[in-house]
């Protein structure tokens, strides 16, 4: 039997079989009840787990056409929306093996690592709730020796951007500006790291008409055609030739205080500052805002315009000994004109970290790339099953902070609420569903999360072991429990 919300999240699938599409939601569902455990485990038996296989090893299953449905469900959602934050960001999917290397598989950034790369466009709420993924691209490099540095230098520069990878960020800001014309209510606001501080996607979220609105941190200090202006906070001081410079000549808007999230090295031999690892802190930065008019750079195929841009410098006034000063540099096409609106602006780049969280739900607990396939192509379709899996269990934790108080009945069935607050309450279930925030600790007090006076509230690692849990749980519940069979007249009673 399918979970419900399956049955919705799937309801247009379409791989060109019935028997393949009914197939492909019991996986979903299978592998959401289990999310962490190995495929033959998800699928609890030989015949299932043989199915599930068959499934990713049909010609007519691929990555794109498994996560499509998911894609319509999201545009459902995304259009009850007045405000939609479209994340992007990509990740490496490291399929290293001891032994058999994973065909179909390239090398990764760190050399002697193979696996594939994966970008993805997730829709959030501005409080940071996902909505679900509206596109994705996968690819792998070719495995040709690396050029030397000077070569690989002229190279790129002499390389038309739709032949980089460097393309996947345009492309998903053209996705953001078609979603915006399908859903003309609903105010899109596509937002992206330093990694996508290219001028052509700068001109591009320019261009007009502008469907969509854009936030990216800028990663390089770029020229500035001629002064800079400091908008309706005063003056400047005077002109710079750079970005960089030229914010900090403005007067401070306001400042804050903010947590600053620690975090250990990505990469051992990395020298870049934002790479090296930090300890958690409180920190107070300051505001500076500007709107200036970018130099456009030169490129060998085409000439690209001179473009004006709003921009948001957050800077920390004073940080600790041997720490590197938190710093936003934020390009944006939302305006700035008073301290309400660059403080959305603020925050509406803030939940760009969100997605760093669906990736880490995606790989650490759903382990895609822990999944047995001896071939990329077989994988990739178990991947995109793996996305519509991290979506749910993070939307589950995320929704009991957004909607605290609506009935747990909104996201969770009888059967799984029910067995849930008899064994984590140690009694009855109410005749009233208990409340979403309550449902959502409950159920992460199953996988570990501890329920004080004064709590935290739970993780994505905490609601996803708690959800496999339930699923067996509920199970029980639908074949056992009090609501079945001619047992239901001891319901009443403590067991």
Known sequence: MLTPWVVD????????????DRRLGKVVSQFAGNPTASIPAACGGYAETEAAYRLFNNKKVGFENVL????????????????????????????????????????????ELRGAFLHVLHAFTPDGTPLGTLGAKEWT?????????????????????????????????RQTQAEARQAAKTHFVCVADSEADIYELLAEGQAEPREADWIVRAC???????????????????????????????????????NVRGREAKVQCSQRGREQPRAS???VVEVRVGRVTLRAPWRPDRKLPDITVNVVLVREIDPPAG????????????????????????????????????????????????????????????????????????????????????????VFEPAEWKSVYRVVRRRQPPATPPKLAEMVRMVAQLGGY??????????????????????????????????????????GKDM
């Open 9 to 20: 999240e799937m309801a247009t699938a379409d791989l060109n079989d019935k028997r393949l």
């Open 68 to 111: 499509q449905p998911h894609i319509d469900a999201t545009r459902r959602r995304v259009a009850e929306q007045p405000v939609v934050i479209a994340a992007q960001d990509t990740t490496e999917l490291e399929l290293t093996r001891p032994q058999q290397q994973v065909r179909g598989a390239g090398p990764l950034d760190r050399g």
């Open 141 to 173: 490099r070719d495995d040709a020796p690396p050029p030397s540095k000077e070569e690989r230098s002229a190279l790129r520069k002499q390389t038309p951007i739709e032949e980089k990878e460097s393309q996947r960020w345009v492309d998903m800001l």
């Open 220 to 258: 390089q200090n770029r020229a500035l055609q001629g002064g800079a202006k400091g908008g309706d906070f005063g003056d400047s001081e005077g002109t710079a030739a750079h970005l960089r410079e030229q914010l900090l000549l403005q007067k401070v808007l306001f400042t804050n205080t903010i």
């Open 281 to 283: 802190r409180t920190a």
């Open 323 to 410: 720490e590197e000063p938190v710093e936003w540099l934020l390009l944006t096409s939302l305006p700035i004109d008073d301290e309400e609106q660059v403080r959305r602006v603020i925050q509406y780049y803030s939940v760009r970290w969100m997605i760093e969280v669906f990736f880490r739900t995606l790989k650490s607990g759903c382990r895609v790339e822990e999944r047995m396939f001896e071939e990329l192509d077989r994988l990739l379709p178990c991947v995109a099953v793996y996305m519509i899996v991290a979506w749910r269990t993070l939307y589950v934790c995320r929704l009991g902070r957004a909607c605290p108080d609506v009935s747990c009945e909104m």
């Open 450 to 491: 501890v329920n004080r006076k004064r709590p935290d509230e739970p993780g994505p690692q905490t609601v996803w072991l708690g959800l496999q849990r339930m699923h067996d749980m509920a199970l029980c519940w639908q074949t056992f429990g009090p609501d079945t069979g001619p047992e239901a007249e001891l319901g």
